[in-house]
């Protein structure tokens, strides 16, 4: 094979990778932000249905309460895969925002 077409197939090489690693990149890291959103969100509306079906009647709504009064399945970190803390919980004061406890 001469010199040249070993340069060629090189530069072909690379400009695919160029392009691939950081599309496909960006692709994950989107992937698991949204991931994330879905499950944060799914706790948050549990939390909304029970303080406003006067089940959860304090200002700091744990995960632990939410399984135990809505029948919420365990839940976990979809990137991590390890089970949230039953001490985060949901807060009200913050306009029902998800704060995990490590």
């Known amino acids: 094979m001469s ?8 530069t072909v090489v690379l400009a ?3 392009i691939a690693i950081p599309s496909t ?10 991931m ?13 249905d029970c303080y406003y079906n006067n089940s959860c009647i304090n200002e ?6 939410l399984y ?5 399945t365990e839940m976990y970190n979809p990137v991590t ?5 039953k001490n985060s919980y949901v ?6 925002k998800f704060i995990e406890v490590s």
């Open 81 to 85: 895969k390890k089970i949230y803390n």
């Open 60 to 65: 700091e709504i744990t995960l632990e309460e």
């Open 68 to 72: 135990e009064k809505t029948g919420l």
């Open 16 to 18: 695919v990778l160029l």
């Open 3 to 10: 010199k040249n077409k070993i340069w060629i197939y090189v």
């Open 91 to 96: 807060s009200v004061k913050e306009n029902f």
């Open 36 to 48: 994330l959103k879905n499950t944060t969100q799914k706790i948050i509306e549990t939390a909304k």
């Open 25 to 34: 990149y960006k692709v994950v890291t989107k992937h698991n932000k949204r």
